[in-house]
């Protein structure tokens, strides 16, 4: 049994910085795979990234590679997305997921934190 609970976001101008972080609970692992999406007004939620727990590496959707980044702190059992060069497409609520990283779906999602990008 997971939670995870977003948090981080807010307003910045195009160009800017925003870094999320996404705090799990409960009976996490190693072997969990986390992950982001977003979900703009009116449009369906879409693919950000994903990473292993344990490791930095991640996959990333084409629409923001070599722009976000994941990274991890063990300790506070946290996860993080690095966004930098924001764009008003970016614009969307963004929610933290996790699964089992044997398992096809994610089925433990976060509550979403809103992003802002304004020009």
């Known amino acids: 049994q997971v939670q995870v609970v977003e948090s981080g976001g807010g307003l910045v101008q195009a160009g800017g910085s925003l870094r999320l972080s996404c705090a799990a609970s409960?009976?996490?692992?190693?072997?969990?795979?986390m992950a982001w999406f977003r979900q703009a007004p009116g449009k369906e939620r879409e693919f950000v990234a994903q990473?292993?727990?344990?490791?930095?590496?991640?996959y990333y959707a084409d629409s923001v590679k070599g722009r976000f980044s994941m990274s991890r702190d063990n300790a506070k059992n946290t996860v993080y997305l690095q966004m930098n060069s924001l764009k008003p497409e970016d614009t969307a609520v963004y929610y933290c997921?996790?699964?089992?990283?044997?398992?096809?779906?994610?089925?433990?999602w976060g509550q979403g934190t809103q992003v802002t990008v304004s020009s």
């Open positions: 997921a996790a699964k089992e990283s044997t398992s096809a779906n994610y089925n433990y």
């Open positions: 409960g009976r996490t692992s190693s072997t969990y795979t």
């Open positions: 990473s292993n727990w344990s490791t930095s590496r991640g």
